[in-house]
């Protein structure tokens, strides 16, 4: 009996530590397509996002040179930029956490970690709405991209 209370406190506890972690989800999927997501993500955009990577997602100029110190620009996150290079879930994960705490060492960026400033469902949004803009062609390489990852 007390075996089975234990292990039921153990899955209680697990449970509620995990349900919000994304790292216990077995995906992060974006929703290009869902407007009232895409209408919440360009309105977190316009507030968080766009000082730096561009009211258009056009990146700050010369995003592929490093600023005498030591930074890189913001890059952009049209079809230009890298950022469909990437699945969702890391997308998201870099977005949330921060690209040191993904890597796990230091590296030098002006790149904020969202996690104490945006809900994880604005993320998705903001995110989803980056992806909206893309060309279809864009999208679906892409969506290549999170099939590979979720394998």
Not at 45 to 51: D, H, K, T
Request: charged letters at 20%.
């Amino acid at each position: 009996m007390s075996v089975s209370l234990s292990i039921f406190t153990i899955i209680l506890i697990l449970f509620i530590l995990f349900k919000d972690n994304n790292f216990a989800q077995a995906s992060i999927a974006l929703m290009p397509e869902d407007k009232s997501v895409i209408n919440v993500g360009s309105k977190v955009y316009a507030v968080n996002c766009a000082s730096c990577h561009g009211i258009k997602l056009e990146g700050q100029k010369d995003w592929m040179s490093r600023l005498p110190n030591g930074m890189m620009p913001a890059p952009p996150h049209d079809k230009t930029g890298h950022t469909w290079h990437h699945s969702d879930k890391y997308l998201f994960m870099i977005t949330k956490y921060g690209i040191e705490k993904i890597i796990g060492e230091k590296y030098l960026n002006n790149m904020p970690a969202y996690e104490e400033i945006l809900s994880d469902k604005e993320i998705i949004a903001v995110l989803s709405y980056i992806k909206s803009t893309w060309p279809p062609r864009i999208k679906k390489i892409h969506d290549q991209i999170n099939s590979r990852s979720n394998k």
